[in-house]
Nanobody
Framework: QVQLVESGGGLVQAGGSLRLSCAAS????????FGWFRQATGKEREFVAA???????YYGDFVKGRFTISRDNAKNMVYLQMDSLKPEYTAVYYC?????????????????WGQGTQVTVSS
């Protein structure tokens, strides 16, 4: 099993940056694929980014180079650097994990989730 705890959310002005962190605990964390998803009020959970075991990265179509996902297996940490933020990016951001050798981009493919961290981007 893996436990996930997100941090780093908050209020930021449009055009600003935030760095989200996800602390993972459990056995053999390095074998997991990690993903970030977001869910705005009244909308479905949406794929943001994922990082594979060997640090290959994948991004949602809307990201367009604004976000960077990374992982530090030695520290059991996953990060999401978000730059050039827009008000429409306001949402709860979730860290998720799955034991997989392939990247995963849909919520149903992940079986471990954090509690989420709120990101609010003001105009």
């Amino acid at each position: 099993q893996v436990q996930l705890v997100e941090s780093g959310g908050g209020l930021v002005q449009a055009g600003g940056s935030l760095r989200l962190s996800c602390a993972a605990s459990g056995r053999t964390v390095s074998i997991y694929v990690f993903g970030w998803f977001r869910q705005a009020t009244g909308k479905e959970r949406e794929f943001v980014a994922a990082v594979s075991r060997n640090s290959r990265t994948y991004y949602g179509d809307f990201v367009k180079g604004r976000f960077t996902i990374s992982r530090d297996n030695a520290k059991n940490m996953v990060y999401l650097q978000m730059d050039s933020l827009k008000p429409e990016y306001t949402a709860v951001y979730y860290c998720a994990a799955v034991n997989s050798i392939m990247e995963r981009t849909t919520p149903s493919e992940y079986n471990y989730w954090g509690q989420g961290t709120q990101v609010t981007v003001s105009s």
